[in-house]
Each structure stands twice: as C-alpha cells, then as structure tokens.
C-alpha cells in the first residue's frame, strides 16, 4: 500500500550518499536457449534490476544474449567504470567452468566437447579484468548460473556448477550456490515465476544500512532455509571499506524516523507470528532497544521450560556450558572446517546452542530439536552438512522412536526417503579418544526432478552415538547423483567438555 513512498525515500536517500560515487549495474537474463532453455532467469534479472535501481543504480538489462550480444553488453559495462564506481555485474542463465575456469554461456551456444566451451562461451576473467584495471572502488559480481550442464551427454562433460575463485581485490564473488553445487531453476510451483536466490536478494539489497557482506549472508540464510539446505549460496570478498546497496535511513533529513520505524515494525512482523526462539534473538540483536524488545525477550522466556522438564526425558542430556569442538574434511573442499557447538540452554523443546566455525567466528544461536530429524546445526553458511540429530541418545530416544519416524532430506531438488536402522554398538576412534559408540546408519534413494536418465540420487549416513560424550560422536555421508559422486564428507569429535 504505502511502497511507492517509501520506494521515494529509499533514492532519496540512496541520492544523498551516493552523490559522490557512481553506481552503474549490468544486469543479464539468458533464458531461450536453443539447447535446454530455462524459465526463471529473465524474470529473476528483471526483479533484481528493479531493485538494483530503487537503490539506486544506472541499471543496463539485458536479455537473452548471444554470443555477439554477451561480449558486447560486458565491453561496453567495463568501459563504463572508473575509480569512482561502484560496479555490480548480475547474470541469471547458463554456466559452465572447465579447468578451474567459469564460463558464461550465451543463448546461441552449440558445443560438441568440453573443449569448445571457451569458444562458445564467455569467461568470467574477462569482466573481472575490465573491473580491476578501471579501478572500481567496489566490484560486485552475483553469478546466479549454477544450473545444470546443458551439454551432458553431448561429449560435453565440465564438472557441475562453477569452480570456486578468488575475488580480485576490491571484488565480491557471489554464487547462488557453493562451488561445484547446482541450484535450482525456481522451485517448481504453479506460480512460480523467479529462482529462489533471486527473490532473496531483490529483497536484502534495500535493507537500509545493511553492509554488502551482511546482505549475502542474510541472502545465504533465507535460501539455506527456504531449500531445505540443498542449496547454499557461497561468496568470496576482498572488498576494502564499506558499502551498503542502501544507505542508513539515519542519515536521511525528515521523515526518517518513520521510515526506521517501518523497518522494525515489517521485521518483527516477519518473526513474531512463527514463535521461533532464533528468529526472537535476531530481533533482539538487531533492535536490542527496540519497541518490542520486552515483548521479545518475555516470549523467549516463556519459549524455554525449566531444565528440569527436560530432565525428565533423559538424565543424560547434556548441561548449560557444555561444548564440542568437530573437524569437518570434504572431498570438495579445499582444507578443514572446525565447527564448535555450546549449550546455551535445556529444554522439552530441545537444545539452544550458540555456533561458532573457524571460516565465520560470529556466534549464531539455534534450537536443535530433540527427536529423530534434520537441522542445519552446523552453520550452514559455512558450508558445514546437515546434521542429523546430534542429541538422539542423550535424549533416550534410539530405538521405537526412530525406526518409526517418517524422514527425509532434500537433495538436489529430490525429496529423498530414508529408513533408519539401529546397528551394533562398536569401536570408534577419533581425534578425542575412543568411545564404545552406538551405531545409526540412514539410508534412501530417489530419482531428481528434471535430472537425466540416470539422476538417481542415492544417501547414506553413518551416526556413531557415545554416552559419555552426550552427543554425536561421528557423522559420515555419501551422496551420489547419477552415479557420479555427489558429497563425501565426515565430521568427527576433536576436542570435548562435558559436565
């Protein structure tokens, strides 16, 4: 009802900052493919565009390009910058990488090998060296590309996804899915007219005073979310100074109170009505003096049973102030992850923790629930898997409970089924010590939606359980799609304190 006033308020804003920099925005949409066309990236660049220039940006859109038409559209944005831009290249279509180099790929594209890619399509290094040699003072270049390969089974065998790079400096990467991984093209509903990365960032980019890096974070959560955790948008920075798409409303000369006002108003409305204890705490971080702050912090109380009530459950679960430290190793991943989990409190409705991992050391709270189920409780924003029940022992609940739980785990765009089974207890060692652990392995399979003949994807998990540890003491997982190997990844106990 009222956005048009605000929309007015934004640039207002957006044009008192800005004055002094220029913010120019190349914005590409290739859909209408002659080999698999796809249905959302035009949408999804003219959406972005929209917010782009509400934020304001001198935005150039531009549609199903050709080859021609692509190298044209790029050229002409590079000559474009200078030492006072601010640069944001968006691209929704085709992509592919070959030899740790990502391509885009143009509406004309024809291939007949892997070695026709670079001939065929546009490398990303081209616009990046547009941006460094101008100078820009902030590169920003938001890849949503991370579909399928268009060319499989044609000789054209480039590995999924794009490959990972690093940021020039001055630049932000942003993919719509982590390195090696594919996103989905929408998620398949009747109305459903833009990619789900898309529509969260159209949305974060006019959050007022929002730091760049926060917005993709913010983009990274909602998507991780929304997906179920198949996908997981990724970034790469080396962005000096700061930048926000939106300048603070703060700044701005009247009617700016009520415009921060609004914003509160929307994100408490946006997390009061799901009476989740997370999305309480991101208010309060937020708006830690805000108008319903009280309110706020009296439901988290009333969210959070005595400890006894859990107690009640299980003698075993763990204490306030427990912790455990894990190493994360990948197949697809260069170098370890450490994650640290610490309660932070006990309840019937599960475990609060506080998160921190060695590639993020922001802690971040969550809610791990108590039955049979999946949870990003590992940050999934640090690309950690999902993990599986860490407190089912604890909790007194392998047996019945899980053999008769209905579950499932989203992946690549199949909603897989898995059945439990409860195994013998035995021998497990890991980087802190050897347990007599309790054995859990989930295991399932299903065929991909709009994946090749062969997109089957088939799970299995690996759970080892130790009292004396209160928690998960190794996690294992195998994913293969298609028969091609899809996640090879372990978690296993470095360092642990339990009361």
């Known amino acids: 009802m009222k956005r048009w006033w605000l929309a007015l308020i934004l640039c207002w804003c957006c044009g008192a900052a800005c004055a002094q920099e220029q913010r120019v925005a190349l914005v590409i949409g290739n859909a209408a493919y002659r080999v698999d066309p796809l249905d959302n990236p035009v949408n999804d660049a003219r959406l972005v565009a929209t917010s782009l220039k509400q934020a304001g940006f001198d935005v150039t859109l531009a549609e199903n390009l050709d080859r021609r038409g692509l190298l044209g559209a790029l050229r002409a944005f590079g000559e474009r910058l200078n030492d006072n831009a601010v640069a944001v290249l968006y691209y929704a279509g085709h992509g592919l990488q070959l030899r740790d180099r990502n391509y885009l790929i143009p509406i004309d594209a024809e291939m007949r090998s892997e070695d026709e890619i670079p001939l065929a ?4 290094g081209f616009i990046l060296g547009r941006m460094s040699a101008a100078k820009s003072r902030v590169n920003i270049v938001i890849l949503d590309a991370c579909r399928n390969n268009p060319f499989a089974g044609k000789s054209v065998h480039s590995a999924q996804g794009l490959a990972q790079m690093d940021a020039p400096v001055g630049t932000l990467l942003a993919y719509a899915t982590a390195p090696g991984k594919l996103a ?11 990619g789900l990365y898309a529509q969260q960032l159209a949305r974060q980019v006019l959050t007022p005073g929002l730091p760049v890096e926060h917005v993709f974070k913010r983009v990274r959560e909602a998507v991780v979310r929304a997906s179920r955790e198949a996908q997981v948008p990724w970034e790469s920075s080396s962005l000096q100074g700061e930048f ?11 009617g700016v109170g009520d415009v921060e006002a609004a914003a509160e108003l929307a994100f408490w409305n946006s997390v009061q009505g799901a009476g989740r204890a997370d999305d309480l705490r991101a208010y309060l971080r937020q708006y830690p ?11 988290l109380d009333a969210a959070a049973p005595a ?8 003698d075993k679960l763990p204490r306030v102030g427990d912790s455990w430290r894990y190493r994360v190793q990948d197949q697809f991943r ?7 989990a610490k309660v932070e409190q006990v309840s019937a409705q599960g475990i609060a923790e506080s998160r921190t991992t060695s590639a993020d050391a922001t802690a971040r709270s969550a809610r791990v629930a108590l039955a049979p189920s999946f949870s990003a ?14 407190y089912l022992q604890a909790a007194g609940l392998i047996g019945p409970a899980l053999r008769g739980a209905e579950l499932s785990q989203q992946i690549e765009q199949a909603t897989v089924p898995l059945r439990a089974s409860v195994e013998d207890e035995e021998k497990v060692q890991v980087a802190a010590g050897t347990f007599r652990a309790q054995k859990i392995v989930l295991r399932g399979q299903a065929q991909a939606r709009g994946a090749a003949k062969s997109g089957v994807v088939v799970t299995e998990h690996r759970l080892w359980y130790a009292s004396e540890v209160k928690r998960i003491v190794k996690h294992e997982i195998t994913t293969t799609v298609g028969g091609a190997l899809h996640q090879s990844t372990s978690m296993e106990l470095v360092e642990y304190s339990v009361r």
């Open 307 to 314: 400890v006894s009530v859990a107690s009640a459950l299980s």
């Open 244 to 254: 926000s798409f939106v300048p603070a409303l703060a700044s701005a000369r009247e």
């Open 334 to 340: 260069l170098g370890d992850l450490f994650v640290t």
């Open 184 to 194: 989905a093209d929408g998620l398949g509903g009747v109305n459903d007219k833009n």
């Open 121 to 124: 399509g546009i490398d990303i």
């Open 289 to 299: 003096r805000g108008r319903f702050a009280a309110l706020a912090q009296s439901r």
């Open 377 to 390: 409780v590992h940050d999934a924003a640090a690309l950690s898997p999902a993990e599986f029940s860490p």
